[in-house]
């Protein structure tokens, strides 16, 4: 039987469109994330631009590989011009190659398969989210989320100014996480915690974990005691409360989450408090 702390964030999840890391294999988000998250899990971001669409497609094995299937996929690969990279990458980098998954023609059938979720064309400008190709020398847009279109995407200015900060918090977490403003330390600790929360590939048995470093897990888990837990309205994926449940914590964590869900926020900053300086956050490592 699931516990409650688990029952708990299986509600949350299902509401709010995030991943219950405790219980899955690999996350696959129900809605597009935050900004912050896609920060936190991108290989390399890029503002740049689409000067071509290569003619062959590539086949190769998919992004997240499953252990034991050696089965290829076929990739539509655009070249990006880099105006700026904002995380990543090498400092002369100014181009890289932008990879979409390419549905293949289903069999007896004269039309392809479902369209690729992205598809870019020449001259398209935008912010890129991107993943390293484990095998390939390219990088992939596996959802549409992971690229802000500048003509399409609603306030891109907006969005884009996030992700700069973000990445500007990200490349130096320390000093986020000891930043004078608070929103600055909540969301720098908020993207640690998805980065090491989040699971990056497909396992096989139960998933394998590591702790962080204790004074940075110290440091996050306060900064999450510290923050306004005051939000009355349902919680979103960046509130206190649903970053302390994507910590993952059980019983054998001395978790026990209260039955009356409205008693949780206190409850989960009293442990905070009790355990902020002992308690390691694990972190999700390839097996």
Wanted: charged share 30%.
């Amino acid at each position: 039987m699931a516990s409650r702390s688990a029952a708990c964030l299986f509600i949350l999840a299902t509401v709010l469109g995030i991943a219950a890391p405790p219980t899955v294999r690999a996350v696959v988000p129900l809605t597009a994330p935050p900004i912050p998250k896609r920060v936190a899990l991108a290989d390399l971001i890029v503002v740049g631009k689409v000067t071509a669409i290569e003619d062959d497609l590539v086949e190769a094995s998919p992004l997240v590989k499953i252990p034991g299937v050696s089965n290829k996929v076929s990739f539509r690969v655009a070249v990006v011009i880099v105006d700026s990279a904002l995380l990543g990458g090498k400092k002369d980098e100014t181009k890289v190659r932008v990879a979409v998954f390419q549905a293949a023609r289903r069999a007896n059938a004269d039309r392809p398969g479902k369209p690729a979720k992205v598809q870019f064309t020449a001259d398209q400008e935008g912010c890129f989210f991107l993943r390293k190709h484990p095998d390939e020398s390219f990088y992939v847009v596996q959802e549409a989320f992971e690229f802000l279109d500048k003509e399409k995407t609603k306030d891109y200015d907006k969005e884009l100014a996030l992700t700069k900060k973000c990445a500007q918090l990200l490349a130096d977490p320390d000093a986020g996480l000891e930043a004078k403003d608070a929103g600055d330390r909540l969301l720098t600790a908020a993207m640690l915690i998805f980065r090491c929360r989040t699971p990056r590939v497909v396992y096989t048995k139960e998933p394998k974990t590591a702790p962080i470093d204790a004074a940075q897990s110290k440091r996050i888990l306060t900064v999450l005691a510290e923050a306004d837990w005051t939000e009355t309205k349902l919680p979103s994926a960046m509130a206190p409360l649903s970053l302390f449940l994507y910590l993952g914590l059980t019983e054998k964590d001395g978790w026990r989450a209260p039955i009356d869900v409205k008693a949780l926020p206190d409850a989960a900053r009293e442990w905070l408090r009790k355990n902020a300086a002992d308690f390691r956050i694990q972190r999700y490592v390839t097996e």
